[in-house]
Every structure is written in C-alpha cells, then in structure tokens.
C-alpha cells in the first residue's frame, strides 16, 4: 500500500461521489443493528433468490465505478510514460492485495478458508481480468462483455451433474452451485462462476468510462448514458422473463439491469457536480469515494474487533457494543430506526476518518 498526498486534476469528481455513494450503500446494509428480517427494511436486505432490492444493487454499483475508473487511471499512466510490463505487474499486485486483505478481513471474525470469495477477493480476480482486456477497442469489449454473459448461461444450461437440472435457475439444483461444492467452502454464498458475468459488469463501466474520456460535452453525456441505463433496465426486466434476476447467480439479467441501473445514478452525480457545479451537496460521498477501500477495510475491522468483541452490561445481562448501541437506539426510537440509527453511526464514524485523510491530502492507494 502506499500513500498518495495530491489529487490528480484529472480525476472526476462526480465518479469518486458514486464510489463513495457505493460504499455508503455497503455499510448501511452490512451493518444493521440487528439481522432480524422482521426489523430491517426490506429494501436493506438482499433478495432470498430470485428479484433484486436496493441491497442487491450496491456492489454491482462499485464493480461499475471500479470498471469507469480503469481507463482513467491507464491514461494518466500512459501520460506518465509507465511501461506496459510495469502496469501489467501493479495491476497484479493490486489484485492480489484486494484478495489478500478481502481473505484477512474474513478471517478476523470467522475460522474460513483461504479460498473464499468476499467482496474484496472478488474484486481482486474482477479488476485483473478486466484489466487484460483494457487495450481492446470499444467493440470487442463489448463483445467480451456479452461473451461473459452467453458463457454463464451456457454453463447452466449444459453443465451435468448429480441433483443437476439443466437450464434451471432455482437454488441446490442450478449447475452453478454444483460446480463450487468443488472448489468453495458451504459458508460461501455467491458463485465463482458468478465471476464470469461479474466480468461484464466491469466491463460495462469500462465502455462507459471511455466514453466519458472521449466526451464532448455535457449535453452528450447526459443523453448517452441516460439511453444506456434505460436501455440496461428495460432489457434487464425483459430478460428477467426468462433468466430471472439473481444476485448470487450474478445472472445474466441481473447483470444488465444493474448496469443500468449503474448508469442512471452515476449520471445522477455527474449532473449535479459537473453539470450543476453543485460540488457541496455531493461532498460527503466525495470524501467516501477518494478512500473506499480503506474505509471498507477499516469499518469491517472495528465492527468485528471493537463493537462485536467487546462486552457491557445491559439491563442485568451481557451484550457487545452493537447490541448495547442497537437496544439503546430501539429503546426510544423503535426497533426498524433504532437499526438504522446505529448503520447510521457506523457510517459517519467511517466518514470522519475518511475526512481526516481527506483534510491531510491522505490517500492510500492499494
């Protein structure tokens, strides 16, 4: 890891603000007051199987923001005179650090093995092999995009095996989760082969961010992304009638409509920063996005060492630090806000020390 002290003057601003509205989005709903379903909004909780909640948006919004990101970054290098070769080994170094940190951040609160795909671990393995793909031209990354997407639903469709129906989508009988009994370990809730649509959903950022490298102006970029997301929730839902929405499957319906949906909020942020210049409204989410990595690796490590592991008393029994918080919130302000009131917490505690390193010019890059 190491530390970046200046902002490129290059960045956009308004795609720092989408990451940071992602990672925003993956506190609130990794960190509730409780896990009872009767408690958490619905819309906070991920879809059992098939459909798709607001829950099941928020990582396919930050492998998008990651995917826009990249040919940003590959210009700058570019500009820099960094070689090929030397780009190539970063890239590897950075992946295998994501999955690194993704694997210590699991094993700090449970016993699992090292080969299990977290968020991180499988932004790792996305970020590389979208990487190999950058000096492609738009068109054949959009083919390797719809590529991915054929190959998983060929996958399913052709794949045998024992308690395997072909073609289906539905759980313990769908060829996806057959393949992993191999590989991952039950705790495991999403597929490895759900990593090969994830491609997509990078590469779809990608296509995107390339277009915004090469935008002409404002006008334009509004009215192409707009006709994109539409376009990716429409043909989404179609697809939805026959491929069924599925995060964990990542299916291929799910991956167009949440790059759909990727584009219409991300074009939410562009029109209030760059087109509006309304920098003040966007700048908590700035402050999230300029260090998301580090803000996600450093909640998850004081949640899990600090506010799960330590003990008080409450009302003559034992508790952690969440239940003591959660109970005290529910106490006056019901179960449903007193959940979202310590979600709340966690995440202005994570902003202040985003904003600390905002405020140092202080940004650790992996």
């Keep these: 890891m190491t530390f970046d002290q200046s902002m490129s003057p290059q960045r956009l601003t308004s795609l720092d603000a989408f990451r940071g509205f992602a990672i925003a989005g993956m506190l ?14 619905r819309l906070l909780l991920h879809a059992e199987w098939h459909g798709c909640t607001f829950a099941d948006l928020i990582f396919p919004f930050f492998l998008f923001a990651v995917g826009m990101a990249m040919p940003f970054s590959q210009a700058r290098k570019s500009e820099q005179g960094i070689t090929l ?11 295998l650090l994501l999955y690194l940190l993704g694997a210590f951040l699991k ?14 671990q499988r932004i790792g393995v996305l970020y590389f092999v979208v990487y190999l793909l950058l000096r492609l ?11 991915m997407l054929f190959i998983w639903w060929a996958i399913l469709a052709f794949v045998q095996g024992p308690n395997v129906i072909q073609g289906s989508f539905e759980r313990d009988v769908n060829a996806a989760q057959y393949l ?18 994830g491609i997509s959903t990078v590469l779809f950022g990608v296509l995107a961010g390339r277009f915004l490298m090469q935008r002409k102006d404002h006008r334009s970029v509004m009215r192409v992304l707009g006709i994109a997301g539409a376009s990716g929730l429409i043909a989404g839902l179609v697809w939805d009638l026959i491929v069924p929405l599925n995060k964990i ?3 291929s319906s799910f991956a167009v409509f949440t790059a759909g949906w990727s584009c219409l909020v991300f074009l939410l942020f562009y029109w209030v920063i760059e087109v509006r210049q309304m ?11 300029m260090n998301a990595i580090t803000l996600y690796v450093a909640t998850g490590l004081f949640v899990r060492w600090v506010m799960l592991s330590w003990k008080v008393s409450w009302e003559g029994t034992t508790t952690s630090l969440t239940g003591y ?5 529910a106490a006056f302000a019901g179960p449903t806000m007193g959940s979202l009131m310590y979600s709340t917490m966690i995440i202005l505690l994570g902003w202040l020390l985003c904003y600390w390193m905002y405020r140092r010019k202080l940004f650790l890059k992996v």
């Design 28 to 41: 609130l709903v990794n960190n509730p007051g409780t896990w009872d379903p009767a408690v958490v909004p």
């Design 325 to 329: 918080f959660y109970k005290s919130f």
């Design 279 to 289: 920098h003040r409204i966007a700048f908590f989410f700035v402050v999230y996005g």
């Design 180 to 197: 992993d009994a191999f590989i991952l370990a039950p705790e495991d809730k999403e597929t490895i082969v759900s990593l090969i649509p």
């Design 85 to 95: 070769w030397k780009r190539l080994l970063v890239a590897a170094r950075r992946a």
């Design 137 to 147: 031209s738009v068109r054949w990354q959009a083919t390797m995009a719809f590529l």
């Design 107 to 120: 094993s700090a609160s449970i016993n699992l093995p090292v080969l299990h795909f977290g968020i991180l």
């Design 249 to 251: 499957l990542w299916s």
